[in-house]
């Protein structure tokens, strides 16, 4: 039984990487209607450039938690801009393939330099070691991680649904011409929030940093899991991925404990039965 | 007449000249199938080709005439596509060797696919004993290492020191099930015991779960049967759970030198495991390691997988040009390569024997402490040496039918 507790809380932890990425890819879905392929590459991207900050200039995993975002996010920006601005209007297959792409492009480019074994990166002295709780040894960084993603969520969540900036972007998505008619800069919003969808990722990748070697393919890993669960959570809709990210998480865990062989398609198996039932995903709205 | 007689004369001697030029064929064309993209890429990969190019250089053999070329793909670590490109390199490229080829699995469906076909397989990337044992071929060599061996010699090494109750954590396919058959074997064998295995899916890259199953089995040794990036993603996460801070010692069955590097000293330091190969062990492989990481692109040094590609193929040389040419025979060139002792800067003296497998000591280290390191690369401590007799499985205990007769 004590066991079975700890697998619960490290699938929280897992679906704290879960919530944060998905949490990205719908925001970005929900806003821009792009299918961002990119997103694990862009993950990686904010894991590799904590690691550079360190490495590089001397600067620790603090401030890289602000700072690799805002890098990464500036790169997603231009991305958007040079790119993607293009594909406004078009079906989604051609974002996805567009995205997908850019993400094999950077991928192989960071192959070709760093390997595939990765790099190493140490976790922050403050959030070392770790404490008994009876049931389990949890480590405090991965404590850490769950309460500073769930705040991020939230936030972001908050920012989106009940401030009237995000008001204004998803009006700005209903009705690009009215809200334009308005005086406000459409492209400039569309710009900013894909900014801010690839800032998420690249959060993620610093907080993953630690726990996983920084390594060019961690966000092609990850990336096919997260995909399920925005669908499972219902395309674009930014609570909906937020929950299913932890939820995913904690029967991830689960299925580690009872039948592990089955970790990697358990998630998969769900999106089938979800889809099956309802085809929006859980919380998503009719197209 | 006379001019018929004569073109004649001329015919009969440009069919005896041509029959003669097919006589000695010396074209050769090795294949370097292995993982370029995936988890294993920075032990094989583009430094296998490296090693085989090298190989290739310092076997003198372009000088006597002899034309080979070097064909390298991708296998994704996927048997199936690792099949269909070794498929066609026999059937439309012509390859007549194949090096590398990591993966227990992709291994295992080549090495049926040489069989089938005679060509010829140097294996110094996979680690599946079954190689050598009940899957052992005519065409195939296995050169490096393979799962008895390191079993054999970490494994007795670590219950010897009082590591009696073990827990693996394997990967999910053909390497890790023979790693963890082989290992558990000798466990048992030398007065321990298991406790327990868990399974995790091939390049999986969160062992949270795992380790806490471990950790809650309270067995001496978690015994890692997995190999890269699960490896260094294994021990990285096993420091933070406090694993080896809590008492129970982690067992690298398979580590590769690239894997400490990635890892780094700090984290990796005290870890005891199995090479037959490292850089800095004499003057010979430190010369070679020298060349190598001097044309690599990130200046990395040789792993045992792409040593094991040089030194196949220099010996795989030697025999063809003892042979003076049509080397196109896979048995009968394999055949050959058993009957001469084997001799290179980065293995040393050594033999092949009649399973193929190929006898060379095999290494117990230790990786330094970041204080006792002493640049870039300096990184194991030589703890014991195994003759290369007593590193393999004996033939006595083998299941090949190539030793059975």
């Known amino acids: 039984m004590q066991a079975l507790y700890a697998q619960l809380l490290v699938g929280l932890i897992n679906g704290s990487f879960y919530a944060l990425l998905s949490l990205g890819l719908a925001v970005i879905f929900g806003m821009l209607n792009i299918i961002n392929f990119a997103h694990g590459a862009l993950y990686m991207m904010g894991a590799f450039c904590a690691y550079f900050l360190l490495n590089i200039t001397g600067i620790g995993y603090w401030p890289a938690l602000i700072i690799a975002p805002i890098v990464v996010g500036i790169f997603g920006m231009i991305l958007e801009r040079t790119m993607l601005q293009w594909l406004a209007g078009l079906d989604h297959l051609y974002g996805l393939l567009l995205t997908f792409g850019i993400a094999l492009i950077v991928q192989g480019v960071f192959q070709n330099y760093f390997g595939s074994s990765g790099l190493p990166y140490a976790i922050p002295d403050e959030l070392k070691g770790g404490m008994n709780l009876g049931f389990m040894f949890l480590p405090i960084y991965r404590g850490w991680v769950v309460v500073f993603s769930l705040v991020v969520c939230i936030a972001t969540w908050y920012l989106i649904e009940k401030t009237r900036l995000g008001a204004n972007l998803r009006a700005a998505t209903e009705n690009p011409t009215l809200v334009r008619a308005f005086g406000i800069n459409v492209p400039r919003m569309i710009t900013l929030t894909y900014g801010l969808g690839v800032g998420l990722a690249a959060l993620a990748g610093v907080l993953s940093a630690p726990i996983n070697q920084v390594r060019p393919l961690m966000g092609a890993d990850l990336i096919i899991v997260v995909f399920a669960v925005v669908v499972i959570g219902g395309m674009g809709s930014i609570m909906g991925s937020i929950i299913t990210g932890f939820a995913l998480g904690v029967i991830e865990g689960l299925t580690k404990y009872f039948y592990p062989e089955a970790s990697n398609t358990v998630v998969f198996v769900l999106m089938v039965l979800v889809l099956l039932v309802k085809p929006t995903g859980l919380t998503g709205r009719a197209a | ?405």
Not at chain 2, 205 to 233: C, E, P, R, W, Y
Request: net charge neutral; charged share 20%; hydrophobic share 40%.
């Open chain 2, 1 to 405: 007449m006379k001019l018929r007689i004569s073109a004649l004369f001329l015919g009969t001697a440009l069919a005896l000249a041509a029959g003669g030029a097919m006589a000695q064929d010396k074209t050769v064309k090795i294949g370097v199938l292995t993982d370029n993209s995936g988890l294993y890429s920075d032990l094989g990969g583009a430094g296998s080709t490296l090693a085989a190019q090298m190989a290739v250089e310092d076997s003198g053999l372009a000088a006597k005439g002899w034309k080979i070329d070097i064909v390298s793909a991708d296998h994704q670590n996927k048997p199936d596509i690792g099949t269909t490109i070794a498929r066609q390199w026999i059937d439309v490229e012509k390859v007549d060797i194949f090096v590398d080829v990591l993966n227990s699995g992709v291994a295992l469906a080549v090495n049926n696919l040489v069989k089938e076909k005679n060509s010829i397989m140097i294996n110094t990337g996979a680690a599946t004993s079954d190689l050598t044992n009940a899957q052992c071929s005519p065409n195939t060599i296995h050169w490096v290492y393979d799962t008895y061996m390191l079993a054999n010699s970490t494994g007795q090494a670590l219950v010897k020191a009082g590591g009696d109750t073990w827990y693996f954590l394997t990967a999910d396919y053909a390497f890790g099930h023979a790693l963890e058959r082989d290992t558990a074997a000798v466990v048992v064998k030398s007065g321990g015991k298991v406790i327990g295995t868990v399974r995790h899916p091939l390049n999986s890259s969160d062992f949270s779960s795992f380790l806490l199953q471990a950790q809650a089995s309270k067995a001496k040794i978690v015994g890692m049967a997995n190999a890269g990036g699960d490896t260094t993603n294994t021990i990285k996460q096993a420091a933070e759970f406090g694993i080896v801070s809590g008492g129970q010692k982690l067992a690298g069955l398979l580590l590769f030198i690239n894997d400490v590097h990635s890892l780094g000293l700090k984290v990796a330091q005290g870890l005891n495991f199995t090479e037959t190969f490292y850089w800095d062990l004499n003057d010979g492989t430190r010369a070679f390691s020298k060349r190598f990481s001097e044309r690599m692109k990130n200046k990395a040094m040789p792993s045992m997988v792409q040593a094991g590609v040089y030194s196949g193929l220099i010996h795989y040389f030697k025999t063809i040009d003892a042979m003076g040419g049509n080397p196109h025979d896979g048995v009968k060139v394999v055949a050959k390569m058993k009957e001469a002792p084997t001799d290179d800067p980065l293995f040393g003296k050594g033999t092949i024997r009649a399973d193929g497998r190929k006898l060379h000591p095999a290494y117990l280290f230790e990786v330094k402490k970041p204080s006792e390191s002493k640049g870039p690369w300096d990184y194991y401590k030589l703890v014991g040496t195994t003759p290369g007799d007593q590193a393999f499985r004996p033939l006595s205990e083998s299941a090949c039918p190539l030793v059975k007769k």
